[in-house]
């Protein structure tokens, strides 16, 4: 089967024949169809200092992705070939504690696919069953093609809480758009959108953010006031990973509000505590995956309920060949969600 | 000046003129422009049973309303003549476990305007300092004039929380009506509304529920099984009081999901505990009034956000004269809301 | 191996020889050491009206037990031949909603261990590895028998949040009686019991409640109101079944506050939802079973604490021939908790 | 009457008279008996950099105290004079959307008594009426007197929530010893405590901590792992406000558990966001004053229990003129908790 890979400990990804992976007993083999190319993809692309650490090569390159089932291993019960899936990227032990109360997604041996394991940018991926997710049939291809994504930002703005609360999002790369149809979507009263990219800002806006801001603007913490009674916003949804970003979105937060942070910032940041957090009573949630499965629920219950529409943040739809292209247009700023299309141009 | 009094213990209300409600150094003298026309009222108009065991005539009726601040006692710091409010209606002790805790709405001592004491179907009307609320400029009168009831509905959809949820309204009278799109604005994925009347359903269709049923159908928990993939609902909102919609209603919701109560059954009804709750792990939630003042908040929020429009639900807005026929129009079953106007008629 | 069976539809159970149970890939064989005796398993023996409805004879009883590894299916992992274990009796489907999402506790497929697969009072029990549990080396063995209803006792309190809080429990059985010690060590302020059975209301002394209550008092709702400063408790934990208890219990617990329901009336119940319920804005909860695993750690904790001793309820330890002994020790009201000790008298 | 007074910018207190204040209609005069010495007021004390930059002289110090009402205005309904009481020594605006849904004592606007306005270090102190508390017959008057910092620490302890779990108490002066019987009482099945005052350790043990650790132990997040399965703790309370205490202390934490923060950096620290809070998905809490008024009803419940006992803690109690001494205790460390007696030493 064709497989994109890191081959070597250098830049790029080399589109090669490999063997379809076997399956165990509780795996399952899943015929991959749409991928969806992410910003830690691109990080490997480029083998930046964290890839450096993190990746061993050679591997499969790609977490997000739907496809077919294929076939089963023996022991599986729960899914059958020719059903439509995607699947949750966190591969966790299923025997810690975490595991064991509902926090998979934070398992302290968890693997991720495309980064720690074979990943999804190839013809077949094997994945443990307890991870398959079974597609309704409302669901289009290229949304569920990007699940895993879209599935961070539903966790996101869930964990906060967002029903009838006013919200800022900073920084919307293509996870922070997403947040805001689903923030909409799941009761937010009012959306504010903050970034430096003037086309990610006016996307924002055609997503439905009621305003959009320059976060370089001058006095931005007092202009999100005054639109909040002079009180602030009750939610911070924070994807920018900015230092910046973090501490002036902190002050942006009413007094009791909640912060919820899920951008990653590149070094230790320095916070005044105190001003930030304590005096003001925050909350402050650190977001990481998605929850098995609850956040795959409430995602396909946003998706089918037709009020968060993924299409203007999927800027393109390539051939898998075009990956090259594809980590191009990531890389200069002009896409903001690239699919890879692995079926269509394959005979299968 | 005006007021709309209950003189005897009979059926009917007397229109009189009585002198201006004096106040304390913590009260508020409000002018009244706008008042809703509610259940509880037809009750008192009709003097049934429950309306004879809990009403001492004389009483000025009516507990929805919107007006202009006339005075302002010695104390008062917060409000001042000239603004614009509603209010409250239950007026707590403040001084009880319930009270100091943030459960105002429920304390044992809890006085209801119209009911308990002197109400709002009159030029004037005194309130405590603490029962005000402020009106945001964009609130148009009517809604403000019915924030009340739409409170109840707010705060059942909040305290169930049906963000990204399946929810089914059993029973859509006017509080009712007002949950679809308050459930709906709070972010829940589907709404299904069950009654017996077909010009409510009608109503509830256009204010957005997305199935509409006739109570009556056979089979029809599990039509909504059908609808929620043989689950049944995460969420029940009971607003008919009925037993036989409760039991029903239970039955639709899926294990761990969450019934919130506010219709009030007028006598015991036979519940199976084991099968409807227990078994199936419910949570039971009893909603009476208004969260002081989180509720409100969240009222102000929803109508702001521009997502809870309730026009299709005032039916009629007339002058205060005609009390005979709005009391007249809602005995018929032919208005949803009726909004009295006390001062377009008057030289004031 | 020996196994206790129900033999056919009548009174009774049969002590005799079967072949050990065959296990599965994912399935673990457990060598039963001891099994507590549940109210259940008297119901089964009694043949009543509920056991003749659901138990399909032939079947092995028995459903809290502890025991050791005997050997494990070839994809078993986490858990090895001669592990020390105890297991969640109630085996989920694992694909539902429920299951995914934490809830496998009420998942609507689960089969119950000794009522409707063969149970653990045997020498041998198939345990699918998702339900087994591995011991803490600190936690006895009698009370590894019955964690079972001891995390009934643990899902209820910790369902209800009894930390500083006062707390009445209807109904000491065994599980209520259990209640009492975890209540305390969850941090409850107050603990008062209620019952018809003195002898078990004085082990509730013992057993550390504040103070107990004939359930048959006269004016005992106001009794406990004194006790409460007048408001009533914050928390009711309702372990009777009674439909007299629930509704003295719910007329006990304070507006706003909070009561979990784990007793099982026999058939439905009349209340009074609007006073009982929905004027005092309570929250009821129906417990079932023990949440996977959460509430399996937490009981570990809290025996690990030693601040839960359930060496006044195990009143009696019979060898396992003295099975007909322990069930009229149950039925004569004599005994709290009894432990078959299969491993005692055998040649293992 | 005496005041206890800071005259002007530079360190130490005057004792001097002063007039009694006056009480408005809705405040309360209440003639001080005894009072808590807070760190805070060794900071006014020693007129450190906070305190110059917070602290306008002239002022009456002191916020933590109890007494007996001497005169009410004319509008107080809720308390009388003779009766005896302690009061939250945040004084809200009450007006605002955190005053008006329970979140009063984050008010934006809030002042402090004895730091913003006139303290308790006086013969008398008026107070708003809501800021009342009366005091239980069973609350010994040397616990009441320090209320206000026991209620930080159940605060701290409440909000992160610590029923069966594992708790590391990061700094163990007088609040933080406070949390150890709070913790326990509470529910908590583990404290260990960190300082690197060994006598402070030593009065936690005395407290009941299971285990206190210098601060400087090396390999000490390693250590608290091995006691809790190699996970880390469920909850960080910090108490310390050092940098080097709240990144070890966040290192302590499990994946998923929660870090309540009530200590105070002096300035901006430096944090490795990703590491410690977001990916392994912790809730941060931060923690300010106490919930008025769910705090104090906690706080009482918790002594009323006999579970919390403060003796060890309350190192000396002190005439009122012996102030210097007991500021001269505070700095050098020999002192945990002082009380002030001022009445013992006075005709009254």
Redesign the interface.
């Known amino acids: 089967m064709r497989a994109l890979r890191k081959l070597r400990p250098e830049a790029g990804f080399v589109l090669e024949e490999v063997p379809i992976p076997e399956i165990?007993?509780?795996d399952v083999l899943i015929h991959v169809e749409k991928a969806g190319v992410c910003g830690t993809d691109q990080h490997i692309y480029s083998w930046d200092k964290w890839a450096q650490a993190r990746v061993k090569p050679p591997l499969v390159i790609g977490h997000e992705f739907m496809g077919t089932v294929a076939a089963v291993g023996?022991?599986v019960?729960?899914v059958a070939a020719g059903e439509r899936v995607s699947a949750e990227g966190h591969i966790a032990d299923?025997?810690?504690?975490?595991c064991?109360?509902?926090?998979a997604?934070?398992?302290?041996r968890v693997e991720i696919i495309g980064v720690d394991r074979d990943g999804a940018f190839a013809d077949y991926i094997a994945m443990p069953e307890y991870n398959v997710w079974k597609l309704d049939p409302a669901i289009p291809d290229e949304f569920a093609a990007i699940f895993d994504p879209l599935g961070n930002a539903?966790h996101t703005v869930?964990a906060a809480?967002?029903?009838?609360?006013?919200v800022v999002i900073t920084g919307v790369g293509s996870i922070g758009l997403m947040a805001i149809p689903v923030a909409r979507?799941?009761?937010a009263?009012?959306v504010y959108a903050i970034d430096v990219n003037p086309a990610k800002l006016e996307l924002a806006k055609r997503l439905g953010a009621d305003e959009t801001f320059d976060a370089r603007t001058p006095g931005l913490v007092d202009e999100i006031k005054r639109r909040t009674?002079g009180?602030g916003v009750d939610v911070l949804l924070e994807m920018s990973?900015s230092g910046s970003a973090?501490d002036s979105g902190l002050q942006m937060v009413?007094?009791?509000g909640t912060a919820a942070?899920?951008g990653?910032?590149?070094?230790?940041?320095?916070?005044?505590?105190?001003e930030r957090?304590?005096?003001?009573?925050?909350?402050?949630?650190?977001?990481?995956g998605r929850k098995?499965?609850?956040t795959?629920?409430?995602t396909q219950?946003?998706v089918?309920?037709g009020?968060v529409d993924l299409r203007p943040i999927i800027t393109h739809v390539l051939p898998f060949e075009q990956f090259d292209r594809a980590f191009e247009l990531m890389r200069s700023g002009e896409a903001a969600k690239i699919v890879l299309d692995l079926k269509g141009d394959i005979a299968s």
């Open positions: 165990g007993p509780t023996s022991a019960r729960s299923l025997t810690c504690v975490l064991r109360t509902g926090q997604h934070i398992c302290e539903v869930m809480g967002v029903s009838t609360k006013s979507a799941a009761g009263a009012s009674n009180d990973g973090i009413r007094n009791g942070l899920l990653i910032p590149s070094d230790s940041i320095n916070i005044n505590l105190a957090i304590i005096f003001k009573g925050l909350t402050v949630l650190g977001i990481n098995m499965f609850e795959w629920y409430q219950a946003l089918k309920s009020r």
